[in-house]
């Protein structure tokens, strides 16, 4: 079943054109990774579907609703939900207050407190619930900030840059986690670390200066002569 389907969808930025006519989709539990070159569309094709930035023209349906308009706060109530490149945390409140202000958000039907202490645990935030969640590690704090969408009981979330910043051994762990995230809700995942497209994508769409390049399994992605040329390069990791 499609989870979300974008169809051609356009952004101008004055006389840049960010995206130009991009169709995608997502199909329900699968892990959708996005790759390019910086400045290729990526995340502005996020900021659109999460309801940070307006898109010009295409349309946006998830679950068969029309989002296109829609404010975060509204699409984490239908099931969507997004991370960022900076990860964004209440550093000066405690990391049990940062969990405490996302249930807020959708507290009609948010976790119980059984589920809360097992996604808690999962994410080993358990011993650092009193600390600010300014003093944690990047590391600890990409996985508060992920703990922060995953008790809106999302569908899918949009992950950018999960592991950017973070050391060798992190992303090893990292991307472990979010294998295991696969079995909670679907994933859409940019990523300039090959590794982590390779290991938990299902399929990868390419974006080269705002428009769609290719759409495939990892294997035949990375071995795409025009991805190589413009993106990749002949040693790519």
């Known amino acids: 079943m499609r989870l979300l389907e974008v169809d051609n969808l356009s ?7 960010a995206l130009r006519n991009v169709t995608a989709h997502s199909v329900e539990g699968e892990t959708l990774g996005m ?14 579907v999460s309801g940070h930035v307006k898109g010009d023209v295409g349309s946006l349906i998830f679950g068969g609703v029309d989002i296109a308009g829609m404010s975060p706060h509204q699409l984490a109530a239908v099931g969507l939900c ?10 000066a409140l405690s990391t049990q207050k940062n969990i405490d202000n996302a249930r807020l958000l959708l507290a009609h039907r948010g976790l119980d407190h059984a ?20 003093s944690l590690t990047l590391f600890e704090q990409r996985r508060l900030e992920l703990l922060m969408r995953l008790v809106l009981k999302p569908r899918l979330i949009m992950l950018d840059e999960p592991v ?3 050391a060798v051994t992190e992303v090893i762990e990292m991307i472990k986690l979010l294998q295991e ?6 994933i859409f995942v940019i990523e300039h670390t090959m590794r982590v497209i390779r290991e938990l994508a299902n399929r990868v769409i390419v974006l080269i200066a705002g428009e769609k390049v290719a759409d495939g399994p990892p294997s035949e992605i990375l071995q795409n002569q025009q991805v190589i040329d413009e993106y990749l390069g002949t040693t790519h990791a």
């Open 11 to 17: 952004k101008r930025f004055g006389g840049v054109a």
């Open 35 to 48: 790759i390019g070159p910086n400045g290729s569309g990526k995340t502005t094709f996020v900021n659109i």
């Open 164 to 166: 950017g910043g973070l």
């Open 115 to 134: 589920e809360l202490k097992e996604l808690i645990e999962w994410l080993r935030l358990d011993r650092h619930l009193d600390k600010d969640a300014g």
């Open 82 to 91: 997004r991370t960022y490149q900076a990860v964004r945390v209440f550093s």
């Open 181 to 186: 995230l696969k079995g909670r809700c679907s």
